[in-house]
């Protein structure tokens, strides 16, 4: 079945680097993403990355993606106090739907 | 580019009556359009999945006679959850997709809604 599941929390201090974990069961994932949710707000597409790619690096953001462990990160740098959100894993399986699965979400509090 | 707006953005309402969400692709036709709930501290749900023109696909345990999903054009679709509970208070969430640019689906801001 289809199964992602991420680490509630996360508290680091302003400057430092955040790390967030997803884990995920579904081997047939073509895309995995990173979305970002403010409070009462939607969803705001951070970055993806391919299957078939170990890494992406977009400015602060590094994605890590471990096909073998089916575990994929996110590593913000130099996390600033606006940093705090929610953030959710999903991943998009095969097939025509293509629809996302989305982590359970992890809680990032930046401390000043 | 690629906005998708939602209205309203909040909606209070009492149990029994019917309530429409809109969700509008501002700047490309969406083809695809999803619909999401997202509870307290949780994740999002997906609820059905619309194309346009045709019947909606909903996921497993969703009643289709409650959530009625339409998507009549290219730009929009309308959620409307009838006879509304207060357990039907939730986050409601859509999500478009734009063939041109691949599989990314761009989101709503999303609307609250509380049955009383």
Not at chain 1, 37 to 46: H, S
Request: proline residues 3%; contains cysteine; glycine residues 8%.
């Amino acid at each position: 079945g289809e199964d992602v599941e991420q680490s509630l929390f996360l508290s680091v201090r302003e400057g430092d680097s955040s790390v967030i974990n997803c884990t995920y069961t579904d081997s047939s994932s073509t895309y995995l993403y990173w979305y970002k949710q403010e409070p009462g707000a939607g969803l705001q597409l951070l970055t993806y990355i391919f299957s078939n790619m170990d890494m992406k690096q977009d400015q602060r953001l590094t994605v890590l993606l471990n096909k073998k462990d089916k575990h994929l990160s996110l590593r913000i740098a130099d996390t600033q106090t606006g940093d705090s959100a929610i953030y959710f894993c999903a991943e998009t399986l095969g097939g025509a739907t293509n629809k996302l699965i989305f982590g359970t979400g992890t809680l990032l509090a930046v401390q000043p | 580019g690629a906005v998708v707006s939602q209205h309203p953005s909040w909606v209070i309402c009492k149990s029994g009556t019917s309530v429409k969400i809109e969700c509008r692709s501002l700047d490309f036709q969406a083809t695809t359009m999803f619909w999401y709930r997202q509870f307290p501290k949780q994740s999002l749900m997906l609820m059905a999945t619309s194309n346009e023109g045709s019947k909606a696909t909903y996921e497993q345990g969703v009643e289709k006679d409650k959530f009625l999903i339409n998507h009549a054009s290219l730009t929009l679709s309308t959620l409307t959850v009838t006879s509304a509970h207060p357990e039907d208070s939730s986050f409601y969430i859509c999500s478009a997709r734009d063939w041109t640019s691949g599989y990314e689906q761009y989101f709503g801001p999303g609307t609250r809604l509380t049955v009383t």
